[in-house]
Every structure is written in C-alpha cells, then in structure tokens.
C-alpha cells in the first residue's frame, strides 16, 4: 500500500455526519476560535500572509509570531483539507505558546488557499475527488522540496530565533513531510509532531520511519485510536525504529483527523491534550 492509497483508506472510514456547530466552523470559516480554547499566560501575536519562493512555484502561507522579541521557528504541515481558517487558529494557538508559525499551502504547485470553499464538505464527493487528486501530486521528492524553503524562509525572518533549534509539525498527510523535514536538517530540527499521520509506517523502501537514524529531533507520535486498530503494527514499527527519542501514544476515544477544530470527528478534550505534549517538547526540545 503507496502513501495515497493509505491516506485513502483512513478517510473512506470517516463518519461524513457533521453537527450543526462543526458544519457553520467548517464552511463558513467562522466561529473557529470559539472551537479551540484560550491559553493561559497567551502572548500577544503577529500575524502576516507571505508567499515563499520554491523550486516548483510560489507557496501562499500564513505566518504568525509574538509580537515582541525572538521565538524559536515551528513548520507545520495540514491535513488533506490544508490551509484554511481552522488551521490558521491551530498556528495561532501555537504562536501565543512562544513560537513563530509558519503554516503552509501543500497545494500550492495547483491552487491557491483555501482548497475547500463556503459551502464545501469532504462528504461530497466531488470535493473528495479534488482533494485526492491534489494530495497524490505530492510525494517525498515534494516534501523535501517544500521542506527546505519552508526552513530557509523562517531562518530569514527576524522574528525566528535562530539561534534556537526549528520544530515541525504535520497532521494527516503532514505526518510524512514533517518526519523528512527532520531528517532533511538534523542540525537545524529539534523536535517533530505527527497527529493521526497518515502512512507515516510501511514496508516501502522510503517509508517515513526508516529515516529515524537521520534525525536529531525528539518526536511526539500521536496516534488515532481508530487508526491503531486498522494498523496496530504501526506504533510498534515506530517505537523500533525511534526508541526513546519519541513519545508515541495511541489517544482512547479518537477517529482519523481527531485534531482539527472543523473536522467532523473533532474529539476537544484529547485535542486540546495532544496540543498540550506538543508544546511541552517544544519548550524541551526547540533549546
């Protein structure tokens, strides 16, 4: 099974029933905040709309930091829905934690964001032909592509602290480039995130988790507790290959895309949890 037919499987078992709040957060792009709570002890944030220059075509990304001083640079990487007002928030939730976000457009090689307009739901098929379409163009020879601009752009913001490591973050399909991005700047990479990764584990030759040996970067695996039943091989294949320098947990009572505030699956109390890991091994890791 190649990446995209896995990232395939785990969303033809997704529930398409949304609930009348999640659907107004999803298709109007309104009312995310209300979804993801404050933090407490938040800093003030910036925020700005960039487009970095790559090899392939110009990304549309969006970009947030505190508003004072120097933080250490996190690229985080969207599920297949990709950039959009949820994840937006998701970048400045993590923004007011102490760190300059850069979240990117995956699709940016064929659209610009956001891929999902008012009105859309992935329980169209349509919309899921579109997307599908647009996340098997991607493959790891993208992802490093993309990886090593998306890090040389936040080097060369004066925002990002460069004299502190880089993180990564990737929900869904971001799990893989998240993982390459690591291994692509050991030197650089510091701390890695993947929620609900999609193929992040496989017998291919360029599976994500063979690359552990490349990487300096500590790793938080959070995994879906739907998905550890389609694949319970992947944890153990992950903790071989990363032993102690990952933190790998299978969350109870969570589906597939259990982390964005507008999927349908959207589990609150575990999201906000994972959210919570994340951000202690920044501030272990990104030193």
């Known amino acids: 099974m190649n990446d995209q037919d896995g990232l395939q499987a785990r969303f033809d078992a997704l529930p398409f029933g949304m609930t009348r709040r999640q659907f107004g957060a999803a298709s109007l792009g309104f009312g995310i905040s209300l979804l993801l ?24 990304c969006y970009f947030v930091y505190p508003a004072q001083g120097k933080a250490p640079g996190v690229l985080m990487w969207p599920d297949i829905l990709g950039l959009r007002p949820a994840f937006r928030q998701m970048g400045k939730r993590l923004a007011e934690a102490g760190y300059a976000v850069l979240v990117i457009n995956p699709f940016y090689r064929t659209v610009r964001a956001p891929v999902v307009q008012p009105g859309e739901s992935f329980a169209n098929e349509a919309t899921r032909n579109k997307l599908m379409t647009l996340a098997r163009a991607l493959n790891p020879t993208t992802h490093l592509i993309d990886a090593k601009a998306f890090l040389t752009f936040l080097d060369a913001q004066p925002e990002v602290d460069t004299k502190r490591k880089l993180g990564t973050a990737g929900y869904c399909m971001g799990g893989p480039p998240a993982m390459r991005t690591a291994a692509l700047a050991p030197d650089r990479v510091g701390a890695g995130a993947s929620f609900h990764g999609s193929q992040i584990t496989s017998d291919a030759p360029d599976s994500p988790h063979l690359l552990a040996s490349q990487m300096r970067a500590r790793f938080l695996f959070a995994i879906a507790e ?58 272990e890791a990104l030193v």
């Open 37 to 60: 709570p404050g933090r407490a002890n938040a800093v003030a944030v910036s925020e700005r709309d960039v487009e970095i220059q790559t090899t392939e075509g110009t990304a549309d």
């Open 226 to 283: 739907a998905d550890d039943q389609q694949d319970p091989k992947s944890k153990d294949m992950l903790r071989e290959t990363f032993g102690m320098a990952a933190e790998i947990e299978v969350y109870p009572d969570t589906r597939h895309g259990w982390c964005p505030p507008d999927g349908t699956v959207y589990n609150e109390v575990q999201a906000n949890r994972a959210f919570a890991r994340m951000v202690a091994l920044f501030e």
